[in-house]
T-cell receptor, first 115, second 111 residues
Framework: DTEVTQTPKHLVMGMTNKKSLKCEQH?????MYWYKQKAKKPPELMFVYSYEKLSINESVPSRFSPECPNSSLLNLHLHALQPEDSALYLC??????????????FGPGTRLTVL | SQQGEEDPQALSIQEGENATMNCSYK?????LQWYRQNSGRGLVHLILIRSNEREKHSGRLRVTLDTSKKSSSLLITASRAADTASYFCALPPHNTDKLIFGTGTRLQVFP
């Protein structure tokens, strides 16, 4: 299984809602990532988990809260988002978090719209 | 910024033609990667080329790396309509493990 799955595919939420994005992989990868991508822009790194521990937080606002319950799952909890947070949220994984073997496998993304 | 700058921003060609896109960067790197993204979907890894390699092939793809010029190119030969996508170079800056994506090239291949 060489797939990264993400749910939901689409999400519309109000600014007062609490929602979660989910990501799963069964490739035995020990590094997982969250990226944010605005239209016609490259993906921007948000968080990196290595061996289920948060290794990088790219100064992401606290209204985004990542969680890695186990080596296969990655969640992104959303609360009190702003309309400018509307974007495609991509999850990725890689074998380990090392530059020489850092090929990343991406999920299809969750299209988030904040009203 | 370590972000790669890609050129051209957009490219339109006919099926069967070759497509070349370039990526320039500013600091030293351990490797450089190329990814493809179909409209509004996840990215697919194409090729990783290490800093001690000059050229790499994968099917119809050919990637070159010139570390002295701090640039890389991706050549797609005999393009197909299915190659229509955005192509990004991605760089882990030296001494970090982050992956920074370039600005991207939008390729349109007409049947």
């Amino acid at each position: 299984d060489t797939e990264v799955t993400q749910t939901p595919k689409h999400l519309v939420m109000g600014m007062t809602n609490k929602k979660s994005l989910k990501c799963e992989q069964h490739m035995g990868h020990r590094a997982m990532y969250w990226y944010k991508q605005k239209a016609k822009k490259p993906p921007e790194l948000m968080f990196v988990y290595s061996y289920e521990k948060l290794s990088i937080n790219e100064s992401v606002p606290s209204r985004f809260s990542p969680e890695c319950p186990n080596s296969s799952l990655l969640n992104l909890h959303l609360h009190a988002l702003q309309p400018e947070d509307s974007a495609l949220y991509l999850c990725a994984s890689s074998q380990v978090w090392e530059t020489q073997r850092n090929e990343q496998f991406f999920g299809p993304g969750t299209r988030l719209t904040v009203l | 910024s370590q972000q790669g700058e890609e050129d051209p921003q957009a490219l339109s060609i006919q099926e069967g033609e070759n497509a070349t896109m370039n990526c320039s960067y500013k600091t030293s790197i351990n490797n450089l990667q190329w990814y493809r993204q179909n409209s509004g979907r996840g990215l697919v890894h194409l090729i990783l080329i290490r800093s001690n390699e000059r050229e790499k092939h994968s099917g119809r793809l050919r990637v070159t790396l010139d570390t002295s010029k701090k640039s890389s190119s991706l050549l797609i030969t005999a393009s197909r309509a299915a190659d229509t996508a955005s192509y990004f170079c991605a760089l882990p800056p030296h001494n970090t493990d982050k992956l920074i994506f370039g600005t991207g090239t939008r390729l349109q291949v007409f049947p």
